[in-house]
């Protein structure tokens, strides 16, 4: 039988700084049947402007593919680009969950 989250798609959104909490995440979801989308980038230097909206659009399109949104937040962070992440999956009508809540 499958499992209820089988086949949905989830995107992951938070800080760059938490690489390790997403890659947690991300292999629980995907156990749970989950297809997961996260971050392309950990780690960069400081990247140009460009760079920036680039990835920003990239993970924008990620939240517009997305069934639901997973807010990867240790101790309940949620930095400034996050929140405009979480705004616009929202004002989408995603559903929103948080690690810091689950």
Known sequence: MPHAAEGKVVTLC?????????????????????????LGLFGLPEPSSELRELLARVHFQKIRMADEVYVVDPGGYVGESTRREIAYAESLGKPVRYLSRS
């Not at 938070?14 to 996260?38: H, I, K, P, Y």
């Open 14 to 38: 938070g800080s760059v700084r938490f690489q390790d909490e997403f890659m947690a995440v991300n292999e629980r979801l995907t156990l749970q049947g989950c297809v997961v989308l996260s």
